[in-house]
């Protein structure tokens, strides 16, 4: 659609390079919605991946335990929102 505005605007390079972009995978179009329509919860996830790497430095067992889990709840609840 904007390759073809582009055109009808008689901005054909700009049509070209749109029409050349690469369109993003499914998972990351799923992503990047649900980034924009829930950022809290995506907000609390990029939290959760530094805290994760935190405790993988630090070879914390109890805190990998936790995490872990709470990894696996987001993203099991961040996957039935995308489905």
Do not use: C
Not at 45 to 55: D, I, K, M, P, Q
């Amino acid at each position: 659609e904007r390759a073809a505005r582009a055109r009808t605007r008689r901005r054909a390079e700009d049509a070209r390079r749109i029409h050349a972009a690469r369109r993003p995978t499914l998972a990351g179009w799923a992503a990047n919605l649900l980034r924009r329509s829930r950022p809290d919860e995506a907000e609390r996830f990029l939290e959760l991946g530094s805290a994760l790497r935190e405790a993988y430095a630090t070879l914390d067992p109890s805190g990998l335990k936790e995490l872990s889990a709470q990894r696996r709840r987001i993203v099991s609840e961040m996957s039935r929102q995308a489905a």
